[in-house]
Nanobody, 112 residues
Framework: QVQLVESGGGLVQPGGSLRLSCQAS????????GAWYRQAPGKQRELVAS???????NYAGSVKGRFTISRDDANNTLNLQMNSLKPEDTAIYYC??????WGQGTEVTVSS
């Protein structure tokens, strides 16, 4: 069982930036895919970004050009750099490893 711990969430003004990190309890090299999801109040959880073992990335249309997903295999970390944040980015963000292991979530609030 892989343990995942997210960090980096918080309150930020529109146009600001945050960097989310997901620390895994074991090497993420064992997994072909890592991803970030988010769930806004009253909405379903949605895929934000994913990254494959070969560093191929995929982004939701609403975040493309603003968010960047990366993996640090040496430190067993999955990261999400979020720039130009908008109020509609407000949600709880979850990391996922291997399509089956989830973190507990970190809250992001974008508000002035």
């Amino acid at each position: 069982q892989v343990q995942l711990v997210e960090s980096g969430g918080g309150l930020v003004q529109p146009g600001g930036s945050l960097r989310l990190s997901c620390q895994a309890s074991e090497t993420i090299l064992n997994f072909a895919i890592g991803a970030w999801y988010r769930q806004a109040p009253g909405k379903q959880r949605e895929l934000v970004a994913s990254i494959l073992y070969n560093d191929q990335t995929n982004y939701a249309g609403s975040v493309k050009g603003r968010f960047t997903i990366s993996r640090d295999d040496a430190n067993n970390t999955l990261n999400l750099q979020m720039n130009s944040l908008k109020p509609e980015d407000t949600a709880i963000y979850y990391c996922n490893i291997g399509g089956k292991f989830w973190g507990q979530g970190t809250e992001v609030t974008v508000s002035s």
